[in-house]
């Protein structure tokens, strides 16, 4: 799969987090289309690093795109605001306080919520918490998002178009 990355200066300024990010996707098979920032601004805009990738997986020139930021919140919503970008944020593994869905299924993995975001909301983009995730977080969830194929229901594909209809 054809991956967009990018991150803004904290990704960056992470000893190797950046390196160790793109690496792990290649490693996993994937080809990396690289849109961040070659040297370290501490003044940079995520916005500026966010849009180009978000771009590419909205027009299709790559599948899916893994994003980073310092809390991944602002990185999230600047990739949102690309027509057909779904991006969800995670910076934490947590455990549901009701860990039972609505087909009644109980879950207790930590990263459960990732695996929602792709089968329910077939998110096309991940940004992660460079400040929140350590490196080993960072890789499952990578390899947990990528893995997770989107639900055939039709109630999940029906919300999809309705959500890129209307953005």
């Not at 793109?22 to 805009?45: A, S």
């Not at 790559?62 to 991944?72: D, H, L, R, V």
């Not at 949102?80 to 009701?98: D, E, L």
């Not at 299924?105 to 990732?114: A, H």
Request: proline share 4%; charged share 25%; net charge negative.
């Amino acid at each position: 799969m054809k991956i967009a990355v990018t991150t803004d200066h904290t990704g960056l300024a992470y000893a190797g987090m950046y390196d160790t990010f793109k690496q792990y996707i290649q490693e996993l098979g994937h080809e990396c289309v690289d849109f961040g920032p070659k040297t370290l601004d501490m003044d940079d805009d995520y916005p500026d690093l966010m849009f180009p990738a978000a771009q590419a997986v909205a027009s299709g020139d790559c599948e899916a795109g893994i994003i980073m930021g310092g809390s991944s919140q602002g990185e999230g919503m600047a990739a949102n605001r690309v027509k057909g970008v779904r991006c969800t944020v995670f910076y934490s593994p947590a455990i549901a306080k009701q860990p039972i869905d609505a087909e009644g299924n109980q879950s207790t993995d930590p990263y459960e919520i990732l695996r929602l975001s792709r089968q329910h909301n077939h998110a096309n983009m991940l940004s992660l918490s460079a400040r929140f995730l350590s490196v080993d977080e960072m890789k499952q969830a990578i390899k947990i998002w990528l893995e997770t194929p989107y639900s055939d229901v039709e109630r999940h594909a029906r919300r999809v178009r309705k959500l890129d209809e209307e953005a």
